[in-house]
């Protein structure tokens, strides 16, 4: 059926683009898990962590100064080094974050398009909604990452409704053209239901595969942050902050170390 590697690709988008929201549950390939209790936002000053359940609620770090909940807290030079050196590695991280977020999202409306062209009833009204659907992706990039800026939230609901909006359109467009191949007796077009999958596959693998090696050294910037916070002796009521987990499995899928 059609259906798998499109979905499977809309799967992989998801995945990654949870990653490009850099603090949230997510796994990459199933390899590469990432969580956090916490939304990130990045403002020209401060990169700032926010919570609605548990403790602390809010903390702000600016330049190796941090800020929780109500008060600035007195940190050593170590942990001060550490937490300007944390921020620095969550800036840096943030463009290859959006640029994995548009080409995954991206790779899910290929295969949308590939779908609509084949064996849609109507593949132009289709493919100009796919089309509409990657211009609001790149404009809700645009609003949630910046030099200076990154808003999980806003990325994470801009992808979600330029993905969501084009899925339902050509899943009714193929299904509207399977029942007219039906009654018609459209051999060829169930012929080229039949293939679609190694069609699909072949229009985006390659990309497919730079896309997860681009997510795997995006993973690894992101086990240099867990091992920053992991290394940090601030503690927050006799306990670490806990900003931030992440697990890196080897391909075979066997249990890694936890970072």
């Avoid at 992991?230 to 170390?257: C, I, M, Q, T």
Wanted: neutral net charge.
């Amino acid at each position: 059926m059609p259906s798998r590697p499109l979905f499977r690709l809309a799967a992989a988008a998801a995945t990654t683009l949870a990653c490009g929201a850099a603090f949230a549950e997510v796994k990459i390939d199933g390899r590469c898990e990432i969580d956090s209790p916490y939304q990130l936002t990045l403002n020209q000053r401060s990169l700032i962590l926010t919570r609605q359940d548990g403790e602390p609620k809010a903390i702000v770090m600016r330049q190796g100064r941090m800020f929780v909940d109500d008060r600035w807290v007195e940190l050593s030079a170590q942990d001060s080094r550490r937490l300007a050196e944390f921020e620095r590695g969550a800036r840096a991280a943030m463009p290859e974050a959006q640029a994995i977020a548009r080409e995954a999202a991206d790779i899910a409306l290929v295969a949308l398009g590939e779908v609509a062209a084949k064996l849609g009833n109507h593949p132009d009204r289709t493919q100009a909604k796919v089309e509409q659907a990657r211009k609001q992706l790149d404009a809700s990039l645009r609003d949630a990452i910046g030099p200076t800026r990154f808003s999980g939230k806003l990325l994470g609901d801009g992808i979600g409704k330029a993905i969501g909006e084009a899925v339902p359109l050509v899943i009714g467009d193929l299904v509207g053209g399977a029942v007219s191949a039906a009654l018609s007796g459209d051999t060829q077009r169930f012929e080229r239901l039949e293939n679609i999958d190694t069609q699909i596959e072949a229009a985006v693998q390659p990309r497919a595969n730079v896309l997860e090696r681009r997510g795997e050294r995006l993973c690894q910037r992101m086990l240099e942050l867990d091992g920053l916070e992991n290394a940090l002796s601030y503690r927050f009521d006799g306990r670490s902050l806990d900003l931030l987990k992440v697990e890196l499995k080897p391909k075979d899928d066997k249990p890694g170390d936890k970072r």
